[in-house]
């Protein structure tokens, strides 16, 4: 067993289950859900259905969920955390709109996206309402060092879009080149609800520093098990379509590991299909088997899981502190995820 493997057993576990975390912050999460359900509505009858809609689609709310769980390991203020955390949905929501216009899905969370349904120009627009609502509450209610924090983590994460935008096709990227993407795309966000958290908790500049370093790690771990997905999930069950990555040529940790450690020959048919774009349904048949034939599963699988047992690590520093327990299960949750 490779020793990150290893570290499972020996170190510390939280007595709680992802269930009983929700079931501890319900009350904010709820609260959370109200203020996202009272931000205005543009006076454009077309544009406040499309934020119905969106805004209905409710998702694991873990960027919110992360926000509160760090404050805690403070002493916040019950307002201030909420309002923030129905901050950093929002500017999910936005990322999600425009994701959806640049990888042309048409099913997100089981139901139509925006621009699959209305159109690109308006699922575009209706992103950009919801960032500067979003930036605007914040204001509204003097968050300001959270505003401050929020929008350079969403410079550094159109940053990353960019990055991997510019590498499309590209089969010659290495594990740093992914791990920057991730980083920046996926990364700042959770590092900003953690950064976020600990602001608004009161926590010292080394706790701070740590539980940034926590969301880091957390983050790198929950993109690389949804870029295993997209090898191997259900569509049904994800609830979105598999193989978007491929045939729009971002090349993610599984694949690159394939094309690695893979058959020569396999690899090279992968190549010249992952370059060409568009993959029709029996291309991505063989570039699916190849990736998950070739070990490029389990190599990304375990950077996975070593991500996260880091983040778990990172808790130490918190140990007693009865915030803990909770910030543990979601991290348990990531690696059973990841398995």
């Known amino acids: 067993m490779p020793d990150s493997l290893a570290r499972a057993a020996s170190a510390h576990r939280s007595t709680m289950t992802l269930p009983e975390v929700f079931a501890l912050v319900n009350g904010e999460l709820e609260q959370v859900e109200e203020r996202l359900s009272s931000v205005e509505r543009p006076d454009v009858p077309m544009t406040a259905e499309i934020m119905d809609h969106v805004l209905a689609l409710r998702g694991k ?8 769980l760090v404050s805690r390991l403070g002493k916040p203020k019950a ?18 709109l425009h994701d959806d216009c640049l990888d042309g899905t048409e099913i997100r969370r089981g139901f139509p996206t925006v621009n699959h349904q209305w159109g690109q120009q308006a699922a575009i627009l209706m992103g950009d309402y919801l960032f500067t609502k979003a930036f605007d509450l914040l204001c509204e209610h003097r968050l300001h060092h959270a505003l401050h924090l929020l929008v350079h983590h969403v410079h550094r994460m159109t940053c990353g879009m960019n990055r991997e935008y510019a590498g499309r096709y590209r089969t010659d990227a290495v594990e740093a080149d992914c791990l920057r993407v991730i980083d920046e795309k996926t990364g700042a966000l959770f590092v900003s609800s953690c950064e976020i958290g600990a602001v608004l908790g009161g926590l010292s500049e080394p706790h701070a520093r740590g539980i940034s370093a926590f969301g880091r790690d957390l983050g790198y771990a929950f993109q690389i098990i949804d870029d295993i997905f997209d090898f191997t ?5 994800i609830g979105k379509p598999v193989g978007t990555d491929f045939r729009l040529g971002f090349a993610t940790l599984p694949l690159l590991y394939s094309l690695a450690d ?12 992952f370059q060409r774009g568009n993959a029709t349904e029996e291309e991505w048949a063989m570039a699916r088997d190849f990736v998950v034939s070739s070990g490029g599963i389990e190599r990304a699988r375990e950077a996975a899981l070593n991500h996260a047992y880091a983040a778990r690590d990172r808790l130490l520093a918190f140990n007693g502190h009865e915030g803990v327990a909770p910030l543990l299960a979601t991290v348990e949750y990531m690696i059973s995820r990841g398995r």
């Open 79 to 96: 307002e201030e955390v909420l309002w923030a955390s129905t901050v950093i949905e929002l500017v999910h929501t936005a990322t999600l």
């Open 262 to 273: 893979g058959d020569p020959e396999r690899a090279k048919d992968v190549t010249e299909c």
């Open 233 to 237: 999930g259900d569509p049904t069950e």
């Open 61 to 68: 709310r873990v960027r919110p969920l992360l926000l509160i």
